[in-house]
């Protein structure tokens, strides 16, 4: 048994459709912690970088507007990390396949997913495939700080001169 961290994205269409609770009380079957959480407008590099090995896939772009939300009413996804032995492949087991259409009826994507007219799945929800999948991931979506457990070393480092939004 290890213990392992994952990152889930509950995508545009999970948002849209109001499933955040439903897709929050099926991850919770799997008995993990959520050691991080955030609310994320996704901008096209952050989307470009999560899904680079499938750059030279032919849905890359469809998949980069579905991620940004451009398809989807709300231009945010909700980031997850969950926490807990053999987390990877607990929540990809719950997740369900990759199509929609093919996986489970009883896991979140065979409930909740769908194919569009134009080909892209909908499938409502992203978690990491594999460990090094996961800590790319993770570093990408969260600081440190933003993580109550960390399982990857950290450093303390000091910010000079950049510009943060304040509460005026
Ligand atoms: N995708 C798609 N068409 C495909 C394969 C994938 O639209 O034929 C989208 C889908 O949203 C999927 C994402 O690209 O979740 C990432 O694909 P991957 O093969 O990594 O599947 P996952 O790890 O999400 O199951
Ligand atoms: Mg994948």
Not at 88 to 103: M, Y
Request: aromatic share 8%; with cysteine.
């Amino acid at each position: 048994m290890t213990v392992e961290q994952t990152l889930v994205l509950i995508k545009p269409d999970g948002l849209e459709k109001s499933l955040t609770g439903n897709i929050l009380t099926r991850l919770s079957e799997t008995r993990l912690e959520i050691a991080g959480a955030r609310i994320v407008r996704v901008s096209k590099e952050l989307a470009e970088t999560h899904y680079a090995a499938l750059k030279d896939q032919p849905f890359f772009q469809e998949l980069i507007d579905y991620i940004i939300g451009k398809f989807h009413g709300k231009r945010k996804v909700m980031a997850l990390v969950y926490h807990g032995e053999n987390a990877i492949s607990k929540v990809r087991e719950i997740c369900g396949a990759t199509n929609p259409e093919e996986a489970d009826p009883r896991s979140i994507r065979g409930a909740y997913g769908r194919i569009t007219t134009s080909g892209i799945f909908e499938n409502a929800i992203h978690a990491s495939a594999n460990p090094e999948e996961a800590e790319r991931e993770i570093k990408l979506w969260f600081c440190p700080d933003e993580v109550v457990y960390n399982i990857y070393p950290v450093k303390e480092t000091k910010v000079k001169s950049v510009k943060l939004l304040a509460w005026a």
